[in-house]
């Protein structure tokens, strides 16, 4: 299988399947004497891992990283630095449950990569999904708790913005209040909401969609280029790569299609500094395919989990017609765990083009 990578400068490949003995990434290009450690890399991957609620797949995973390669540690202190080498990084599985999946062996299950995999490839590991699993996500959180160092002074967070037919109200929008909820929501009267409402989708077997918002601050100006390499078009591919991921928008995204130019456009005036100084952000902080140093916006839509305890039909890889019912552990909106993965590949992105864009023009 090829395509395991992704980035120019900042290139990460992801390895290892979801009930193997463990998966990781390797990086290539981050640049020498980033300080860092692994316990700050572990807090980005402790939001992504399993069983922290009883709105996530109770699978029990530490998820604990271990990096191998491209640091070196630092005897003044307990912090590593990066040294320019390729940097891998290591998260061991311990909670497979692979005979969970021996019913599913032969049979397609509908929404999954089931069908397409084996058609391409002429076999499939139907343990979990193998490669096409999203437990490979894990390893593009570690990349990207470094991706965030790359770019001085740049902070990525994610939100849960809505979960099936609801949505947050944004005049009650608290960054401090994703730290507070197992949704990751940033409105603090949804969370009730949300509960009920993935209560009942649970118990009735089912599952339920997201939307997830990630903002970037401290993008610099004119990272991305105008034709084939625009930030918003990589930010994009690099959302839509997540599992379950139908839909990625960049600032007001379709609701431009809604609204008149005047309303659309972001007007620019001069601060008191002297400073170009942009009235809106419609855009999401990049114009033209460049970044115009506003808070970089994307937000993306993550489809119901396709594993449910709801009868479905399908087929065999043997052509017969079938009913299946999904067994083992899954979470009933897979959306709340896409938060730090999203984080990361946006953060991922930035990073990149942060050093294409120095290696062009030599400034930042």
């Known amino acids: 299988m090829s395509h395991n990578t992704f980035g120019h400068l900042f290139r990460v490949t992801t390895w290892g399947e979801s009930h193997g003995i463990a998966l990781g990434c390797v ?5 020498p004497g980033i300080a860092l450690t692994e316990a700050e890399i572990q807090a980005f991957l402790d939001k992504r891992k399993p069983g922290q609620s009883k709105y996530t797949t109770q699978r029990r995973e530490a998820d604990a990283v271990r990096v191998l390669s491209g640091v070196m540690p630092q005897e003044e202190n307990d912090t590593l630095v990066t040294t320019g080498t390729p940097i891998c990084m290591m998260i061991e599985n311990t909670d497979q449950r692979s005979k969970d999946y021996s019913d599913i062996a032969r049979r397609y299950r509908p929404g999954h990569a089931d069908f397409t995999y084996d058609l391409k490839y002429g076999l499939r590991d139907y343990r979990g999904g193998g490669r096409s699993s999203a437990r490979e996500t894990a390893a593009r959180v570690a990349a990207g708790a470094i991706a965030r160092k790359v770019v001085p002074g740049m902070r990525v967070r994610g939100a ?8 947050i109200d944004r005049a009650h929008w608290s960054w401090e209040e994703i730290e507070r909820n197992p949704f990751f929501t940033p409105d603090a009267d949804a969370v009730k909401t949300f509960s009920e409402y993935l209560d009942g989708i649970r118990k009735e077997g ?17 990272l991305g280029a105008p034709v084939y390499a625009k930030l918003d078009q990589e930010i994009a591919a690099n959302l839509m790569s997540i599992n379950a991921v139908k839909g990625v928008e960049i600032g007001n995204g379709f609701e431009a299609a809604r609204i008149r130019g005047e309303q659309n456009a972001d007007e620019i005036r001069v601060d008191e500094y002297g400073n170009p100084s942009f009235l809106s952000n419609n855009a999401g902080g990049v114009l033209g395919g460049i970044s115009t140093g506003q808070p970089v916006v994307a937000r993306f839509a993550v489809k119901p989990t396709s594993s449910i305890l709801t009868p479905t039909r399908s087929i065999t890889a043997d052509g017969e017609e079938t009913e299946i019912v999904t067994k083992g552990r899954h979470d009933p909106c897979v959306g709340i765990r896409a938060v730090p993965i999203g984080e990361a590949m946006v953060a991922c992105a930035i990073a990149d083009h942060y050093l294409r864009h120095r ?6």
Not at 27 to 31: A, E, F, R
Not at 160 to 167: A, N, Q, W, Y
Not at 208 to 222: F, S, W
């Open 359 to 364: 290696g062009q023009t030599g400034r930042i």
């Open 160 to 167: 849960l913005v809505s979960m099936g037919t609801h949505k």
């Open 206 to 222: 089912s599952s339920v969609g997201a939307v997830i918002e990630i903002v970037a601050e401290g993008v610099p100006a004119g």
């Open 27 to 31: 990086i290539d290009g981050c640049p």
